[in-house]
């Protein structure tokens, strides 16, 4: 991957850590798309001991897949402690510890998607909703997910596809050779990315959802809010200046319908399995023979 193209984990680290406090108020379409991937679940059975939600941000996904499986075990992942912090529940006093018992008690883990922190063959379904688009290697990421999963284990995500802030990428066009949005990666090679990593019959689709706003500001407040303004690694360092900043917001002007700015998101949905892998040597199959077995003449 292109250095314009590599986030900075630090700097995102440090954007969701300032955005905690305000994230539940600004992540409308976080909480949207979690509801929509857990409609999926409608026709997929699955019943899993243990979830990982990957990216659980302030734990809506989480407090939600809880709902749903009630026996399950739940670890919240997420890069960001002070995520964790909103996340987790007001801790009841010493006495009501003692004599309470939380079943399937949510775990809190600090770490990263892309080098997970969780044991081989532990996990029987990764959850992951609007996190994957936060990580440099796709290809690790869902190697690392494969790894932790159990046989017949489930991977059910959602992110975003490349015309996500196409508005705002069109805006800063011409500014200068800097990147001002994120990358984002195509569903079809998401895929193939699946398929290389070991996963077995992914499903993907797509939709678009648009936010409008009254301003060009309200737009970038609200992506700032949410921790999805720009930390790519090379972004350019300070302020636009101002004759910049007007060029953009003229760009930006020019979407504008019915009063309002739209800001549009493409959402990749996929699924797939972890399944018990064949023996092959060098890639030809190995027929199982049983001594004890009898042949049988016709």
């Not at 243990?50 to 992942?77: F, H, Q, V, W």
């Not at 969780?118 to 379904?125: A, H, V």
């Not at 200046?241 to 959402?267: I, M």
Request: charged share 25%; aromatic share 10%; net charge neutral.
């Amino acid at each position: 991957m292109s250095n314009d193209h590599i986030l900075n984990k630090r700097h995102l680290r440090n954007s969701f850590e300032r955005a905690s406090a305000g994230y539940d108020e600004a992540s409308m379409l976080q909480r949207e798309v979690n509801d929509r991937m857990l409609s999926r679940l409608d026709y997929i059975k699955c019943n899993p001991r243990t979830i990982l939600d990957a990216g659980s941000g302030t734990g809506y996904g989480g407090r939600k897949l809880e709902n749903r499986y009630p026996d399950s075990g739940i670890i919240a992942l997420d890069l960001a402690l002070a995520m964790h912090y909103q996340a987790r529940p007001t801790a009841p006093s010493w006495w009501r510890q003692m004599f309470s018992i939380q079943k399937n008690a949510t775990n809190y883990v600090c770490g990263d998607i892309e080098q997970l922190p969780i044991r081989d063959y532990s996990i029987g379904m990764v959850w992951s909703n609007l996190s994957l688009q936060w990580c440099n290697n796709i290809e690790q990421t869902f190697s690392e997910m494969h790894r932790v999963l159990q046989p017949e284990g489930l991977l059910m995500f959602s992110t975003f596809g490349p015309d996500t802030l196409h508005e705002l990428r069109q805006a800063f066009l011409g500014m200068d050779d800097n990147s001002h949005v994120n990358h984002f990666i195509d569903m079809h090679d998401i895929g193939d990315i699946l398929v290389h990593n070991g996963f077995s019959m992914p499903v993907m689709d797509m939709e678009y959802i648009t936010l409008t706003y009254d301003d060009v500001i309200s737009v970038m407040r609200e992506l700032k809010a949410m921790g999805a303004h720009n930390v790519l690694q090379d972004r350019k360092r300070g302020l636009t200046g101002k004759v910049g900043w007007g060029k953009v917001l003229k760009n930006y002007e020019s979407f504008r319908k019915d009063g309002k700015l739209p800001a549009t998101f493409e959402l990749v949905y996929g699924h797939a399995w972890k399944l018990e892998s064949k023996k092959s040597i060098d890639d030809q199959k190995i027929i199982e023979f049983d001594p004890k077995a009898r042949m049988v003449r016709a």
